[in-house]
């Protein structure tokens, strides 16, 4: 079952422009993760936020996380043109369940 | 390291043959995941092994799917017999120790065609 919802589904910009994304999900989590996928490739990870984080940053990423809402944010700054590609959250909720749940994902594009 | 190796990367059968995708994970890790990916019901997973155990196969689809992990470096998930609606990438990722706390390496997928 999907835990993760990212919104919006679609996502297209001009360079240089910020963008940003969002995950909601519905049960208790340990961890909450952001991975992309260009097209016709495996993911790659990009950030981990833990649960008693609230905001996280990784070069142009920053991430936040509110757990009373069950949702996180996902903002690139500067986007560039590699940035085109599918960006999923993935929750793991712990209590000896250790595979990650995906959401469907934000198809994001960098207009050139 | 290479990374999380598949193989193959395409596979084409026909409706009914077996098919075995193989996974190489990263040297020392000790939790494998088989993934499937699909336009409709988006990235599901199917089981996980830690330390070449099965821990949860409940994201298996039928009895058709099975998965093995003789040892660290070696898993297969084998679908028999295929059907058109297995059709989907299949990704396997490993990591070390648990998502709890850990980020997930993701292969490249194989692709896999069901006619």
């Known amino acids: 079952s999907q835990q993760g919802e990212e919104d919006p589904q679609a996502l297209s910009i001009q360079e240089g422009e910020n963008a940003t994304m969002n995950c909601s999900y519905k049960?208790?989590?340990?961890?909450l993760q952001w991975y992309r996928q260009n097209s016709g490739r495996g993911l790659v990870h990009l950030i981990l936020?833990?649960?008693?984080?609230r905001e996280k940053h990784s070069g142009r990423l920053r991430v936040t996380l509110d757990t009373s809402k069950k949702s996180s944010s996902l903002l690139i700054t500067a986007s560039r043109a590699a940035d085109t590609a599918s960006y999923f959250c993935?929750?793991?909720?712990?209590?000896?369940?250790?595979?990650?749940?995906f959401g469907k994902g934000t198809h994001l594009i960098i207009q050139p | 390291d290479a990374g999380v190796i598949q193989s193959p990367r395409h596979e084409v059968t026909e409706m009914g043959q077996e098919v075995t995708l193989r996974c190489k994970p990263i040297?020392?890790?000790?939790?494998l995941f088989w993934y499937r990916q699909t336009m409709m019901r988006g990235l599901e997973l199917l089981i996980y092994?830690?330390?070449?155990?099965?821990?949860?196969d409940s994201g298996m689809p039928e009895d058709r799917f099975s998965a093995k992990m003789p040892n660290a470096s070696f898993s297969t998930l084998k679908i028999q017999p295929s059907e058109p609606r297995d059709s989907a990438v299949y990704f396997c990722?490993?990591?070390?120790?648990?998502?709890?706390?850990?980020?997930?390496?993701f292969g490249p997928g194989t692709r896999l065609t069901v006619l």
């Open positions: 049960t208790s989590i340990n961890n």
């Open positions: 040297s020392g890790h000790d939790y």
């Open positions: 936020i833990r649960s008693n984080e």
């Open positions: 092994f830690n330390n070449n155990v099965p821990i949860d």
């Open positions: 993935a929750t793991a909720s712990g209590g000896g369940a250790d595979g990650l749940t």
């Open positions: 990722a490993s990591s070390f120790g648990t998502s709890g706390y850990n980020e997930q390496f």
